[in-house]
T-cell receptor, first 113, second 112 residues
Framework: GNSVTQMEGPVTLSEEAFLTINCTYT??????LFWYVQYPGEGLQLLLK?????DKGSNKGFEATYRKETTSFHLEKGSVQVSDSAVYFC????????????FGQGTRLTINP | DAGVIQSPRHEVTEMGQEVTLRCKPI?????LFWYRQTMMRGLELLIY????????DSGMPEDRFSAKMPNASFSTLKIQPSEPRDSAVYFC??????????FGSGTRLTVV
């Protein structure tokens, strides 16, 4: 079936550290891939997306590259801030035109000053 | 736009009572989704609508759960009777076509 597996959390880093949150997927066909972020007490917000292989999504200093050969979409940021503390969700939409998003379990990130 | 509006933000109810959660999607969006979030199960899609018509309700856990979308600007998720294991955060989200979802802030439901 279609599924997303994320790096287990929680992840704790110091401010200005480099961040990687791993995400791999299983899907038939060519899914679109997404990263969502959830700040405390809020709903999920779209952070970035990529719709085909080798696409790079980027936003707010975060990046992720759609790697078909490794079925991965790892989230990276070169220098994290305390305000990046949140839960991050990787998700896929398993075929073009499909509306359902399949989410990973989420990775809680805490950045210490 | 005010985004996706959910009410109430918090709900505490006794087991056996009926609970109704409400959602107002973004104007013009044609898809509406109801998700449930728990620590144990993460985010689960319960049901989604397209142009007010339910498309997939395979995630609705039991007959105690029902959802309606009487018009393009309003949807409800009802649990009757409620049970303690229904305690979770319930999110509504809307989207236009194949764009990304916009989530509401959620309703935290506690059934005691």
């Amino acid at each position: 079936g279609n599924s997303v597996t994320q790096m287990e959390g929680p992840v704790t880093l110091s401010e200005e550290a480099f961040l990687t949150i791993n995400c791999t997927y299983t899907a038939t066909g060519y899914p679109s891939l997404f990263w969502y972020v959830q700040y405390p007490g809020e709903g999920l917000q779209l952070l970035l997306k990529a719709t085909k292989a080798d696409d790079k999504g980027s936003n707010k200093g975060f990046e992720a590259t759609y790697r078909k050969e490794t079925t991965s979409f790892h989230l990276e940021k070169g220098s994290v801030q305390v305000s990046d503390s949140a839960v991050y969700f990787c998700a896929l939409r398993y075929r073009q035109g499909a509306q359902k998003l399949v989410f990973g379990q989420g990775t809680r990130l805490t950045i210490n000053p | 736009d005010a985004g996706v509006i959910q009410s109430p933000r918090h709900e505490v109810t006794e087991m056996g009572q009926e609970v109704t959660l409400r959602c107002k999607p973004i104007s013009g969006h044609d898809y509406l989704f109801w998700y449930r979030q728990t620590m144990m199960r993460g985010l689960e899609l319960l049901i989604y609508f397209n142009n007010n018509v339910p498309i997939d309700d395979s995630g609705m856990p039991e007959d105690r759960f029902s959802a309606k979308m009487p018009n393009a600007s309003f949807s409800t998720l009802k649990i009757q009777p409620s049970e303690p294991r229904d305690s979770a955060v319930y999110f509504c989200a809307s989207s236009l076509g194949r764009d990304g979802y916009t989530f509401g802030s959620g309703t935290r439901l506690t059934v005691v």
